[in-house]
């Protein structure tokens, strides 16, 4: 996939999605996908994709659930996520990294899924999908915590206590591949939410991985040579 052009400018942009050449490398075989990368996927989800239409699900961008793990804040967090009207959803899938440090975005080497259940009429519930073991489960506990504080006052009836449940996935066979088993948990958890056919996160195959890449890389390769053109008939 030889898609590159000017280094300095973004080759793919969506809402607040960019994607740079040395983003789009990271969907072939063997990469490991950054922030950038599944940022820009789920954006496509939610905007364009088949859950364009689906105001009570919410695709967390990794950049805010990353901001969300390290902000303490009750207060800042309630001003800052103010947009995402997080009361309105029923369903939330926050992706989630290893990275730790404050000090540097787009970093860390592994991805796993929060997912959070927010029904009208019931309790919250909280699940962990991961393609290698638990190991980000801390920080789901962390974010599903202040999340919860969030979606719901603490004198409501149906609010839970985060409690965060291991379910079972699909684990990955190599060291690359987790952001892309996130991107396929978070997909088809959303389908099922809302009715449709759905593959069960603990069925999916390093087949569908490898068929999520293709598309991914197909998707960027359209809407850059879209972006190519714009920009030649503006040079025109």
Same mark, same amino acid.
């Given at each position: 996939?030889?898609?590159?052009?000017?280094?300095?400018?973004?080759?793919?942009?969506?809402?607040?999605?960019?994607?740079?050449?040395?983003?789009?490398r990271l969907l072939q075989e063997g990469n490991l996908l950054n922030d950038?990368?599944?940022?820009?996927?789920?954006?496509?989800?939610?905007?364009?994709?088949?859950?364009?239409?689906?105001?009570?699900?919410?695709?967390?961008?990794?950049?805010?659930?990353?901001?969300?793990?390290?902000?303490?804040?009750?207060?800042?967090?309630?001003?800052?996520?103010?947009?995402?009207?997080?009361?309105?959803? +029923?369903? %939330?899938?926050?992706? =989630?990294?290893?990275?730790? #440090?404050?000090?540097? /975005?787009? $970093?860390?080497?592994?991805?796993?899924?929060?997912?959070?259940?927010?029904?009208?009429?019931?309790?919250?519930?909280?699940?962990?999908?991961?393609?290698?073991?638990?190991?980000?489960?801390?920080?789901?506990?962390?974010?599903? +915590?202040? %999340?919860?504080?969030? =979606?719901?006052?603490?004198? #409501?009836?149906?609010? /839970?206590? $985060?409690?965060?449940?291991?379910?079972?996935?699909?684990?990955?066979?190599?060291?690359?591949?987790?952001?892309?088993?996130?991107l396929l948990f978070a997909e088809h958890i959303?389908?099922?939410?809302?009715?449709?056919?759905?593959?069960?996160?603990?069925?999916?195959?390093?087949?569908?991985?490898?068929?999520?890449?293709?598309?991914?890389?197909?998707?960027?390769?359209?809407?850059?040579?879209?972006?190519?053109?714009?920009?030649?008939?503006?040079?025109?």
């Amino acid at each position: 996939m030889d898609i590159s052009g000017d280094p300095v400018l973004p080759r793919v942009t969506l809402h607040n999605a960019r994607l740079y050449d040395q983003d789009i490398r990271l969907l072939q075989e063997g990469n490991l996908l950054n922030d950038s990368c599944i940022g820009f996927a789920l954006e496509y989800l939610s905007t364009i994709g088949d859950f364009k239409d689906q105001s009570d699900v919410l695709f967390m961008d990794p950049a805010t659930s990353f901001w969300v793990n390290i902000e303490d804040d009750l207060d800042d967090l309630k001003e800052g996520l103010e947009a995402l009207s997080l009361s309105s959803r +029923r369903l %939330l899938l926050v992706p =989630l990294n290893d990275n730790e #440090d404050r000090q540097v /975005a787009n $970093a860390g080497s592994h991805w796993s899924l929060l997912v959070i259940h927010n029904p009208s009429d019931g309790p919250m519930s909280f699940d962990y999908y991961d393609s290698m073991g638990s190991g980000i489960l801390p920080v789901a506990t962390k974010i599903a +915590r202040k %999340l919860s504080s969030l =979606l719901r006052p603490q004198d #409501d009836p149906n609010s /839970a206590k $985060a409690t965060v449940t291991v379910q079972k996935a699909a684990q990955q066979t190599n060291a690359t591949d987790c952001g892309v088993y996130v991107l396929l948990f978070a997909e088809h958890i959303a389908r099922k939410h809302l009715g449709q056919q759905a593959t069960q996160p603990a069925d999916i195959t390093p087949k569908h991985v490898s068929s999520k890449r293709k598309e991914l890389q197909l998707r960027v390769q359209e809407m850059a040579a879209a972006t190519s053109e714009e920009r030649d008939r503006k040079k025109d």
